[in-house]
């Protein structure tokens, strides 16, 4: 059945616990943890282009006001806040994107200490997970999975 809807181009299936309810917070309604999505996954080997920088300051959850007196662990460490990266299709297209989704361990591997990512890491192909590809190619929903050690740099 889920095969099924996926293979027709719907985007995914939600399953809930019929028992159970809504636990209300003070700000939105919560699904208690009785809610699961299964969506379509994809991957994609892409070729790492560079970063963008982090958030350097917290921002308060409802106002979306910074606040100046805590920063960001990425901006505090000097890490990198999203890897921006390349992927071509078999037609020889280009197509870019950026993800998250990396450890801590992983980001500061990778992170030259500047909200950079180390020169020696340009160019290696990383692997990433996005739900579908949009009308333009590029990916939906991308994340960062695994650094492909074991894949040769191209000349």
Known sequence: MLYGLL????????????NSAYKLDQKKSKRAGTWYKYKRKDTVDARITGASPPEQFYRDTETGAYDFGRATKPWAMGWFGSLNFEFYDPDGQVFTGSCAGMTDEMKAKLSDGNHGVKSEYIGRIIEVEFFERNKYGNCEHPRFIRLREEVEIEG
């Open 7 to 18: 293979e027709s181009g719907k985007e995914g299936m939600v399953f809930k616990n019929i």
